[in-house]
């Protein structure tokens, strides 16, 4: 059986909204996956936007450096890879890849996003 090249099963798409200021955070939606650009330190990062703790958004919460406070119970977790950094997040998050196209930052998500 022939495997697919590394990534093939994702694509990049523009994200909809701005970068948010340092240590913001701004919600955005590509189909059904519910996403969550961060401003930490002035480089941007997507996370899933479902708390690990108890799958709840984690818009509105501040990051400090790198790390992300839940406004939920105030669990930490680091965006560039998810880490869980502080209770009661215990479990990893989920990150994507970003880039900037020139014009637009971009994230790369899987190709069964179901977006159009
Ligand atoms: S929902 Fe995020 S820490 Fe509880």
Redesign the pocket.
Known sequence: MASAAPGADREWVEIPVSLPVVGQTAAFQVGELALLLCNAEGTAYVLHDE??????S?AGGLIRGVILE??????LIDVRDGAPKGM??RRSGTCYAVRSNGAALEVKIPLVSGHA
């Open positions: 708390c690990p703790h108890v799958r709840t984690m839940c406004p939920l119970h105030g669990g009661p997040i």
